[in-house]
């Protein structure tokens, strides 16, 4: 093997000729708490995840609602490559409604764990052998695709097991699916359980597992050198309580480590995670693999370095793989290369001394525990080449009013030097700072049109004196953007001053173009 191939060899493990897909991002991602999909939602991620060419969409479930039957039909007409799934609990009504739709892929199933026949299903072992059988007698005599889970699987007595697996194929299940619900398996377990599973079934065997200790990609992986041919996955790994195996983690690991050709355009993913995100509301962490802002960023100087050498130093796959983008950030652990790169990227030149200045300062804010963004990074350096004058909107005087009922409204006048003429207005708004951020907009509109994009408050220390900090970014009609912070006493001064240092700073920009 050479030494840079993440490859596993060929010769290491055996893999099925085909790894099939399955994604349940609208039936058990939309099982996370907070999200509720409307149709159209549904439509628009059924079809980029057929763009992508995941082979089974489960889209649903039928029998819940009108809504989710309307968006079956809906998502079916699209007549899209992937296999749509409803899903259906072992009864003749939930059936029925999945075939109103005409769906023709149903995903059923029964909880087979102690557990489940004990407490939540009061069923003896035969009585749900019995039901999940004619279930699928049922399903099969409309000549539909039939994929059985047994329900808790996981925590289920393995001979028991069998038998239920067994039965179904009898009834004439097409797959069986193996859900570990509430995530017990270690890769070690996911191993046994699915070889053993393999030694006694006929069917393919299909693996839905969930994250609930962090291993379900991991264990899911595991189930497929075990012999497993299906897994099931959600974007972003949404899904009940710790969710579902990641559908980008899995995909690109299989790809790029196992060398799986699984026909998935990989490209695509960063885009449908980003969707998937803004739709249902959870918001990936930085750090989330593959899909993360962070997935591809460096701050340190020795990464840095390395990357701009050749990026595969410090990344395993490139950005452009997954569609996502390689950043540089700039922070305390910035390097020298890292902001030369950036000043080159903004077509910005210096000579060293004024490079040394704006490193100096980048390093001070980074020591401050400050971020810092392109904008703030744009602003120092024109500021250090000279090309800023002295600031050129400063506040000269504020008096604000507060008050509350019909006919008192919170009203601020600002008095402000805008390039050496004074101006004053005042201004109304549903707070004193909105009131004064208001009269700000109007007194600079001549110079520069802004908007607030962002405006964010901490106290940082305790009681009715407390520091408080405010952090704005600030836009303008050419969509320069720039940050602005302020800490003081008083929050109504700290907001002026943090916009005022913000539009400064978009001033500085226009100015060096
Ligand atoms: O996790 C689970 O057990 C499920 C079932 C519906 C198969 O999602
Ligand atoms: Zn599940």
Redesign the pocket.
Known sequence: MEINDLKIPKSDITLPKKVKIFDTTLR?GEQAPGVALTTDEKIQIAQKLDNLGINTIEYGFPAVSEGERKSAKLINDLGLNANICG?ARVLKNDIDALLDCDLSYMHT?IGTSPLHRDFKLKMSKEEIVDKASSAIEYAKDHGITVEF?A??STRTEFDYLVDVYKAVEDAGADLI?V?D?VGVLVPTTSRKLISNLKNELSLPISV?F?NDFGLAVANSLVAIESGAEQAHVTVNGIG?RGGNASLEELVVTLKVAYGLDLDIDTTQLYNLSDFVSRVTGIKMPPNKPIVGENAFAHESGIHVHGVLENAATYEPIAPELVGHTRKIALGKHTGANALKAKLTEYDIKMDEEQFCTVYDQVKGLGDKGKSITDADLKAIAVTVLGKAKEEAVKLIGLSVSSGSGKTVSPTATVKLMINGEEKETSSIGVGPVDAALNAIQILVKGTTNIQLEEYHIEAITGGTDALAEVFVITSDEEDNKATGRATREDVIMASVDAVLNSINKILMIKEAK
């Open positions: 058990d899903l199933f889970s329900e808790d699916n859900p619900t839905h969930h009940e």
